[in-house]
């Protein structure tokens, strides 16, 4: 019997294959963490940290499974270092994503918050304000062109925006999008500037002060990556003195934020809570994935395009 440890609940359509097998003993969320790491073969993650420490108290591991992409709450060194291999659900939420990032690029160059508030408490003549703008005919700027960028790319052009793109790795030419090698340069035409790059090394704080300072005046920053990726404490500094109009995030260096952070007060900001992957579709696949790559390594069937540690096989 092999044990697998969720450490979070997942979509059902992901636990049902687990239960299907015989073989595997499934546990949910248990209260006693250590006695399910002492027999756990298989960790399914969701935002849990798993750190060295603790993935060296799960002496019979063999596979690290992510409810998602982002796997910095993972030790993925130490994995590597057991030969335990650390996979993802690589497109599993690459649409729901993409689509929350359309979301709060609209939400916030139409105001949404602004009106939605002025419906609700009586002030219909706010209506006349003209604070919303127009995508069409502006210039977004995707950073990375992954997975969610490059979908995130061909909305923007879809709702007739001038795309920019900036990546680290050769992409190839498309009349969809302007290649962007310099990113200060494109922060100073982009109108709205959208993130989609992993939390990596060289990534930390790659927008603090004096990037969001490059930053054309009055454009709007959104943010569905990793919350680490940006300076709060500049990003609201920036939103309070106008430099910028506006941001939409979805995530944030300490999840959840405190009460008293700076950005929370901020009217000019829109908020989700790290759920843009979480749409019931993208729940689903992603579990569904969690479970593939588990039951993948237990059988000597895992995809190798899943695994991002370099390991293909299990202890």
Not at 151 to 170: Q, S, Y
Not at 229 to 234: P, S, T
Request: aromatic share 4%; charged share 20%.
């Amino acid at each position: 019997m092999r044990t697998v440890l969720l450490t979070e609940p997942m979509h059902e359509d992901g636990l049902a294959m687990f239960r299907a097998r015989a073989d595997v003993r499934l546990l949910v969320a248990p209260p006693d963490l250590d006695a399910a790491l002492i027999e756990a073969e298989a960790i399914g993650v969701r935002v849990a940290r798993l750190d060295a420490a603790l993935l060296a108290r799960a002496p019979k591991l063999r596979v690290v499974a992510k409810h998602g992409v982002g796997y910095d709450n993972v030790d993925i060194a130490h994995l590597a270092g057991r030969g335990i291999p650390m996979t993802i659900t690589a497109d599993a939420n690459a649409v729901s994503v993409a689509e929350h990032a359309m979301m709060l690029m609209l939400a916030s160059a139409k105001h949404l918050s602004f009106y939605d508030a002025a419906v609700r408490q009586g002030r219909w003549a706010d209506r006349q304000s003209m604070r919303a703008v127009d995508l069409a005919g502006r210039t977004a700027l995707v950073v990375g062109h992954g997975r969610v960028g490059s979908r995130v790319a061909a909305l923007c052009h879809a709702f007739g925006m001038r795309v920019l793109v900036h990546d680290i790795a050769p992409m190839p030419a498309s009349g969809a999008y302007t290649l962007a090698p310099d990113l200060d340069a494109a922060l100073a035409v982009a109108d709205v500037v959208t993130l989609h790059i992993p939390l990596a090394a060289g990534a930390a704080k790659l927008f603090d002060g004096a990037r969001l300072g490059r930053m054309k005046r009055g454009a709007v920053l959104v943010n569905c990556a990793r919350g680490g990726i940006v300076d709060e404490a500049a990003l609201a500094t920036a939103l309070t003195s106008g430099a910028l109009a506006a941001a939409g995030l979805d995530v944030f260096d300490d999840e959840p934020p405190p009460p008293n952070h700076p950005l929370l007060a901020l009217p000019n900001v829109v908020l989700t809570p790290h759920s843009a992957a979480t749409t019931l579709e993208g729940a689903r696949r992603m579990a569904i994935g969690v479970a593939r790559n588990i039951l993948g390594a237990f059988d000597g069937q895992l995809d190798p395009a899943m695994v991002v540690n370099g390991v293909r096989h299990g202890t």
